[in-house]
């Protein structure tokens, strides 16, 4: 099971970017894959998060920080194997590395995400 993330990049405050997760080695009509980000010095944070249960039918659990909700936008690509994470209106408070992961656990748990990303850097200018 592996997750790696792309996307990051340099913007403007107000400007928007869409980070990827191509997964592979699981399904994610089983798994949920979630992004963190992270600032040096800071816990790594909880940004989105996305579960499917099972066909689309079923539904899908879907998780937004207080902080980002309104503003990103999580989603999945059953065919491509990719989640995304789509940011709009991007503040400087955003910039951070974005990681993704993927485990066998509900979107509410914080810890035991196990298998994570290299990272991608997002960096928002005022």
């Known amino acids: 099971l592996y997750v790696v993330e792309s996307g990051g990049g340099s913007v403007q405050a107000g400007e928007s970017l869409r980070l990827s997760c191509k997964t592979s080695?699981?399904?994610?009509?089983?798994?949920?894959v979630a992004w963190f980000r992270q600032v040096p010095g800071k816990e790594r944070e909880r940004v989105s998060c996305i579960r499917r249960h099972g066909d689309t039918r079923s539904g899908e659990t879907l998780y937004y920080a207080d902080s980002v909700k309104g503003r990103f936008t999580i989603s999945s690509d059953n065919d491509r194997h990719v989640v995304y994470l789509q940011m709009d209106n991007l503040k400087p408070e955003d910039t951070a590395v974005y990681y993704c992961?993927?485990?066998?656990?509900?979107?509410?748990?914080?810890?035991?995400?196990?298998?994570w990303g290299q990272g991608t850097q997002v960096t928002v200018s005022s």
């Open positions: 080695g699981f399904t994610l009509d089983t798994y949920a």
């Open positions: 992961t993927a485990d066998y656990l509900p979107c509410t748990v914080v810890l035991g995400w196990e298998n």
